[in-house]
T-cell receptor
Framework: GAVVSQHPSRVICKSGTSVKIECRSLDFQATTMFWYRQFPKKSLMLMATSNEGSKATYEQGVEKDKFLINHASLTLSTLTVTSAHPEDSSFYIC????????????FGPGTRLTVT | AQRVTQPEKLLSVFKGAPVELKCNYSYSGSPELFWYVQYSRQRLQLLLRHISRESIKGFTADLNKGETSFHLKKPFAQEEDSAMYYCALSLSGGYNKLIFGAGTRLAVHP
């Protein structure tokens, strides 16, 4: 089946530093990847839609300069949290959509970010 | 505005009891609805999609456009059904992004 990986699974960083999270589709090509944020006991909130070779589309209220997204290839998208603050601590989840499919998204296992 | 509502945070039932997880949506376009499931310590995965009208693991869901609902049902719950269930709405056009409900935790007790 279609597998999506995320790296790292957990990261702790100091306030003011930047951290990069990778999302990879391991056995398929994904023209579109999505980045979500999940707060404790809350639903997934879509942050941005990442398309290979073009700029990401951000949801309303999500700061583009704070959450940098790069989709350099059909199998890799990265989310960089810049100048992290404790309120950025959260669970970040990516998903990837099969190139040939119009609907199904395959989800990564998530990355737990803690900013101290 | 597009919205997915799952009114119950927790649904607790005994094994063998019927289950209905509620989902209502608000969307002016043509809705495409999904149920995703997240078992303990596992990633989110697709359970079923309204267009396919199939039964997965005994679960079914019917889209009711009049009531703008897409409730998930199973006649006899099993302990292994215990998980977090999310209803999601796919917005037509563009990249078919998903809008998720808040989720309902289903706990099936022996």
């Amino acid at each position: 089946g279609a597998v999506v990986s995320q790296h790292p699974s957990r990261v702790i960083c100091k306030s003011g530093t930047s951290v990069k999270i990778e999302c990879r589709s391991l056995d398929f090509q994904a023209t579109t990847m999505f980045w979500y944020r999940q707060f404790p006991k809350k639903s997934l909130m879509l942050m941005a839609t990442s398309n290979e070779g073009s700029k990401a589309t951000y949801e309303q209220g999500v700061e583009k300069d704070k959450f940098l997204i790069n989709h350099a290839s059909l199998t890799l998208s990265t989310l960089t949290v810049t100048s992290a603050h404790p309120e950025d601590s959260s669970f970040y989840i990516c998903s990837a959509r099969l190139k040939t499919s119009s609907y199904e998204q395959y989800f990564g296992p998530g990355t737990r970010l803690t900013v101290t | 505005a597009q919205r997915v509502t799952q009114p119950e945070k927790l649904l607790s039932v005994f094994k063998g009891a019927p289950v209905e997880l509620k989902c209502n949506y608000s969307y002016s376009g043509s809705p495409e609805l999904f149920w995703y499931v997240q078992y303990s310590r596992q990633r989110l995965q697709l359970l079923l999609r309204h267009i396919s009208r199939e039964s997965i693991k005994g679960f079914t869901a019917d889209l009711n456009k009049g009531e703008t609902s897409f409730h998930l049902k199973k006649p006899f719950a099993q302990e292994e059904d215990s998980a977090m269930y999310y209803c999601a709405l796919s917005l037509s056009g563009g990249y078919n992004k998903l809008i998720f409900g808040a989720g309902t935790r289903l706990a099936v007790h022996p």
